[in-house]
């Protein structure tokens, strides 16, 4: 059973080009989370989605950030118009179901904006 | 607002020694709490997770502890090892599902 899967591992993008981050979660897990981890912070919890929900995005910007996870393929967090201040590592970890179960996290996405 | 704190922020010690990381936070209302090892530019790796019911877990020469009505943890880390070197998170599963992630601890152990 493959873990969490994310691609691209790095990405680099210029000022003002969109970044698209993608999620697989583990087989049979229909949760999955993102999270950021700004250069010297800790990670921060971002948004919570279930298949074609987004459950809880209190942790999301509320501008140029969007999340989605669709019926069929992996969960996709976008970053319009980014900036040097979103250069960071995003992590996504998928769950078998909400409350209560543990969270398993992918290697993460670094990404730089030049 | 739950807050997770990590002492120290960093550590050196000579291999072999026996070493304690320290954890709080804020909030007692938790489901769980996990310890994390993450090498330097490297993804997440679990190395034990506590209910909220258990006192301690244990794996190898890990050993975490759990005393949720002080809002504390400790990861003790037995006859330490250079490849032990990495940074340690402590993250808490708060009643809403979300976790909580402490700032870590960089770990060097010294050959």
């Known amino acids: 059973n493959a873990g969490v899967m994310q691609n691209p591992r790095h990405l680099v993008r210029r000022r003002g080009q969109e970044a698209r981050l993608r999620c697989s979660p583990m087989?049979?897990?229909?949760?999955v989370y993102w999270y950021r981890q700004l250069p010297e912070e800790g990670l921060k919890f971002m948004v919570y989605l279930q298949k074609e929900n987004i459950i809880d995005e209190s942790g999301m910007p509320k501008e140029r950030f969007s999340a989605e996870f669709p019926k069929e393929g992996p969960s996709i967090l976008r970053i319009q118009q980014v900036v040097r201040g979103d250069s960071a590592a995003y992590f996504c970890?998928?769950?078998?179901?909400?409350?209560?179960?543990?969270?398993?996290f992918g290697p993460g996405t670094r990404l730089t904006v030049l | 607002k739950q807050e997770v704190t990590q002492i120290p922020a960093a550590l050196s010690v000579p291999e072999g020694e026996n070493l304690v990381l320290n954890c709080s936070f804020t909030d007692s209302a938790i489901y769980n709490l996990q310890w994390f090892r993450q090498d330097p530019g490297k993804g997440l790796t679990s190395l034990l997770l506590?209910?909220?019911?258990?006192r301690e877990q244990t794996s190898g020469r890990l050993n975490a502890s759990l005393d949720k009505s002080s809002g504390r943890s400790t990861l003790y880390i037995a006859a330490s090892q250079p490849g032990d070197s990495a940074t340690y998170l402590c993250?808490?599963?708060?009643?809403?599902?979300?976790?909580?992630f402490g700032k870590g601890t960089r770990l060097h152990i010294l050959p």
């Open positions: 993250a808490v599963m708060n009643r809403d599902d979300k976790i909580i």
């Open positions: 506590i209910q909220s019911s258990q």
């Open positions: 087989k049979g897990h229909s949760h």
């Open positions: 970890a998928s769950s078998p179901q909400g409350i209560n179960n543990e969270q398993f």
